[in-house]
Structures are given as C-alpha cells and as structure tokens.
C-alpha cells in the first residue's frame, strides 16, 4: 500500500519504544469479559482540542495513509493503533462497527506486520494481516480482529473516516 521506505518507518517506529500504549480492558462492548484485552495507542480523534479550542492536527502516520487513498478523505473521525499480544490459540475480539450510529463512513485498515491473525467480516471474508497491506470498508460493516498465534504481536492501523 505504501512505498517500502515508508512502511519500514511505520514498522520501526511502532516496533519502538515511542508509541505510548493504553491498556484496554474489553475489546469492545460485544467481546467476552475476559481474554480480549489489547493494548491501544490513539493518534487522533476529531473531538480532540487544544486550550484554545483548535483542533490537534493528525499524526504523520495517519496522513501518509489518507494520502494514498484511492478516493481521497474529507474528514478523520478517529485514528489508532492497536497491539495484540501472541496468544496460544486464536482469540476472536468480538464482531462490531467502530461508530454504529454514523452513517457513509470508510474503515482504512493497515497492517503494519505479518503474522497469522486478521480482520474477519460479517459476511465470513477474511484479511489476512500481511505487512503494509491496506484494506477498506464500509464503516457499515461488522468486523472482528482475529488474535494471532505466530507473532509476539500484531500491529494494526484503524482509521476511521468520511470521504
């Protein structure tokens, strides 16, 4: 999705000790109660503002991914990164839709490495996490992460957005 020496800084610096990563409990409201913690690192969100009242501007790594859209963005609703922990058996995190009650968004997903783990959709499609891969859907859509079982972790970019 993007050029190599791109992607190998998005590799590296989230492979680093830079990103600050949060601690999250439940993957999301239709997720078991226990066994589907991960640890997340948001970069943007569009409510977010500064003392003044202007709004933060998106990081590097979420504008060098909107840019290479094939239709473009009007509008970032959210951007995160989000870090799955090697597990013994493949987890799923519980199927849902990142803002269900927004209607005409797109969904970028990008996956930062490779590993055995992905993103499975309602209608039973699977994408698999393959490194620098984007893939784009509907914000309508229900998805799940699917835990990996080959790889200390499995680095993803989830951007929500209107084009």
Known sequence: FLPEKIHKEYHEHYHSLNPVWRFVQKANTNADETGNAYFMNETYHDTWKDKDNNPFKPAWEVINLLENL??????????????????????????????????????????????????????????????????????????????????????????????
């Open 70 to 163: 094939p239709n473009g963005y009007s509008k970032i609703i959210r951007a995160k990164t989000n870090l799955f922990i090697k597990q013994d058996e493949p987890i799923k995190y519980g199927m849902h839709l990142d803002y269900p009650k927004l209607d005409n968004y797109k969904i970028l997903l990008y996956y930062i490495n490779t590993n055995n783990g992905g993103t499975e959709f309602a209608n039973g499609d699977f994408a698999k996490s393959v490194a620098n891969r984007a893939v784009i859907v509907d914000g309508n859509i229900e998805h799940q992460t699917v835990g990996q079982t080959d790889a200390d972790v499995r680095l993803i970019i989830n951007i929500n957005y209107m084009e």
